[in-house]
Nanobody, 122 residues
Framework: QVQLVESGGGLVQAGGSLRLSCAASGRAFSGYRMGWFRQAPAKEREFVASVRGTGTTYYTDSVKDRFTISRDNTKNTVYLQMNSLKPEDTAIYYC????????????????WGQGTQVTVSS
């Protein structure tokens, strides 16, 4: 069993930055693919980024060159650095974990965090 706790959301102006953190409990953290999804009002939850235990990263096209996902296996924590934020990035951001398989769709996720709100004002 893995518990995921996000932090770092908030209100920021367009063009600003935020860093989200997700702390994971449990063992064998490095074996989990970790990722971030987001869900905007009246929209479906969508993939944002993921990182393998080795550090290889994947991004959805709309955040490439603006967001950076990283992980610290010694701290059981994954981060999402978000730069050049846009109003369309406004959403609840969810941390996700999947055991030894890619995170790209909702049905590949084994564990979810409770979510953290990110609001970008224009």
């Amino acid at each position: 069993q893995v518990q995921l706790v996000e932090s770092g959301g908030g209100l920021v102006q367009a063009g600003g930055s935020l860093r989200l953190s997700c702390a994971a409990s449990g063992r064998a953290f490095s074996g989990y693919r970790m990722g971030w999804f987001r869900q905007a009002p009246a929209k479906e939850r969508e993939f944002v980024a993921s990182v393998r235990g080795t550090g290889t990263t994947y991004y959805t096209d709309s955040v490439k060159d603006r967001f950076t996902i990283s992980r610290d296996n010694t701290k059981n924590t994954v981060y999402l650095q978000m730069n050049s934020l846009k109003p369309e990035d406004t959403a609840i951001y969810y941390c996700a974990a999947a055991w030894l398989k890619p995170i790209t769709t909702l049905d590949t996720v084994d564990y979810w965090g409770q979510g953290t709100q990110v609001t970008v004002s224009s």
